[in-house]
């Protein structure tokens, strides 16, 4: 007799059940609850409150300590975090979030809407992505569940900018902002609402997490920065290991379960290791830039800016810093090929021109007059210590002298806030959902490199302004040719995401601009 599909697949089920749920069972006995995740992190933070720095090091562990009222899914999509719901105003002005119940924070504070409010009052007020890209707006409570937010005008952008991965906007208890402020000194704790809290932090040494047994998840299923987070692993150690062979010799031994900022010379020997596998993040990767100071300064001239440009073989430099082109794409544009609402080639007559006499022309009438140039520079990432003494040799080749002054990356950072302290630098900026999060761009934001170009602010506006992404096409080749004739950076190109090292026993890892933690489970040995 012929059963109809759906019975005889009942049928079935029915028959394997108890085999299925035993190997069910079985399964999650293999996985350890009281794990502890050992991760080998090249690079220290200089401060760890989000609103002061768009710092991997710093991100890369806010985001599990942290929760924002919206993050961003797999596909780059802002989506609601700490917000159940929300509503738009037809004047596109206020934005309206419901928050979600119940939450709270590592203390056992219930979170409120004055927490939300005290919050991100004092991130669009501190932080670059608030002071560039919602100037003017403001928070206010509505009632015990309810926030407004209130902008000057409309922008595209805004839930973007809300989700920003990197400039974290997250909520914390209000009593914690008020002290902060009080201080007009940098959050003193650490304390949100994410599946993991902060157990200790030994500056230089290593950083702790653990589990956070009151975190409520969301219900939707995982996908980028959002939905469902489990935390199955009990601790996290971000051990700080400045020297790229001692994290090398920690991923061949298994010291480590994850190994971060992996010497590219040495991936093809790791993947014949036993016991890990390499993991490569499907999307990511950062804008390799050279940062100028234009507040003072030779750069403050931009025929000096303009000289330094013309001067660069691109593809030189960056094999010089990253050694094989698997690691490195040569593009002139701010976004990625596939960002393409924001990926332009309006940028291509200015790039990789490498006209050395020219370039001598350009120093000879500018405002140079033998003065030397201060190079910042780390060997805390390798990459950009590379491309520094390129920079010094580039320079030299075109008649401007320049100097070396090497720290550790916590010091370059606080040393960088100061205009007096450097000319030049390389850096490394993670892709952004949209150009406006880039803090080299817009005056307002007050990066280090300080830029001031009207121009560029002005185009920025525009964009956010415009009816659509579709609309804002031309805006967009605009801002990349204002780019280059200013030079707020020099784009040399796109890195490709960083691969990590992955013992054999974590499963589930994942990475989106920085590394998801939660979801990861580590096998029984």
């Not at 975190?215 to 996290?236: F, H, M, W």
């Not at 992996?262 to 993040?281: E, R, W």
């Not at 990066?447 to 967009?476: C, E, H, M, T, Y």
Request: charged share 20%.
């Amino acid at each position: 007799m012929n059963r109809p599909p759906f019975i005889a697949a009942a049928l079935l089920l029915c028959l394997l059940g108890p085999l299925a749920g035993g190997a069910a069972r079985a399964a999650a006995e293999q996985i350890d609850r009281n794990a502890t995740l050992n991760i080998a992190y090249g690079n220290r933070p200089g401060t760890l409150d989000p609103y002061l720095t768009t710092n991997n090091a710093t991100s890369d562990v806010d985001r599990h300590i942290f929760e924002e009222l919206f993050t961003i899914n797999d596909k780059f999509e802002p989506v609601p975090e700490l917000a159940e719901s929300y509503h738009i105003s037809g004047d596109k002005l206020t934005y309206t979030f419901i928050l979600r119940k119940g939450l709270v924070f590592h203390n056992g504070q219930p979170l409120t809407a004055d927490d939300v409010v005290a919050s991100m009052n004092r991130w669009l007020a501190v932080s670059t992505q608030g002071k560039a890209n919602l100037p003017g707006a403001r928070f206010d409570k509505l009632d015990a569940d309810t926030v407004t937010l209130t902008l000057k005008t409309p922008s595209l952008i805004t839930l973007n900018i809300l989700a920003d991965v990197k400039n974290i906007a997250a909520i914390m208890p209000a009593g914690i902002i008020h002290q902060a402020e009080s201080d007009k000194q940098p959050v003193t704790e650490l304390i949100g609402t994410g599946p993991y809290r902060l157990a200790e932090f030994k500056q230089g040494e290593y950083l702790h997490l653990t589990r956070f047994d009151g975190y409520t998840p969301r219900q939707e299923p995982a996908s980028g920065l959002s939905g469902k987070k489990n935390a199955y692993v009990k601790d996290i150690y971000f051990r700080y290991i400045t020297d790229e062979s001692t994290r090398l010799a920690g991923a061949l031994t298994g010291e480590y379960d994850l190994v971060f900022n992996l010497p590219k010379d040495n991936i093809d020997t790791l993947k014949q290791a036993p016991g890990i596998h390499l993991y490569a993040p499907a999307s990511g990767g950062s804008l390799i830039t050279y940062l100028f100071n234009k507040q003072t300064g030779p750069f403050a001239d931009i025929k000096l800016r303009q000289a330094f440009n013309l001067a660069l073989d691109v593809n030189s430099v960056l094999v010089a810093g990253y050694s094989d082109p698997r690691f490195f794409s040569a593009d002139s544009s701010l976004g990625f090929p596939q960002q393409v609402d924001w990926y332009s080639e309006a940028g291509k007559p200015f790039y990789n021109q490498h006209k050395l006499d020219e370039a001598r022309k350009w120093v000879k009438e500018s405002g140079y007059h033998g003065q030397e140039v201060v190079i910042i520079a780390t060997k805390e990432y390798a990459e950009l210590y590379n491309l520094a003494i390129v920079a010094q040799q580039v320079l030299k080749q075109i008649g401007i002298k320049s100097r070396l002054d090497v720290y550790d990356w916590p010091t370059v950072l606080q040393r960088r806030q100061d205009p007096k302290n450097f000319d030049l630098c390389a850096l490394e900026f993670s892709m952004r959902q949209v150009l406006h999060q880039y803090p080299f761009l817009d005056s307002r934001a007050h990066f280090p490199g300080w830029s001031n170009s009207p121009d560029i602010d002005g185009v920025l506006d525009q964009i956010k302004q415009a009816p659509s992404l579709k609309a804002a096409r031309p805006l967009i080749d605009k801002l990349h040719v204002l780019t280059w004739q200013y030079l707020p950076v020099i784009v040399l190109g796109h890195t490709q995401p960083d691969i990590i090292a992955v013992k054999n026993s974590v499963q589930g890892y994942d990475d989106l601009i920085g590394p998801i933690l939660w979801n990861v489970k580590v096998n029984k040995q």
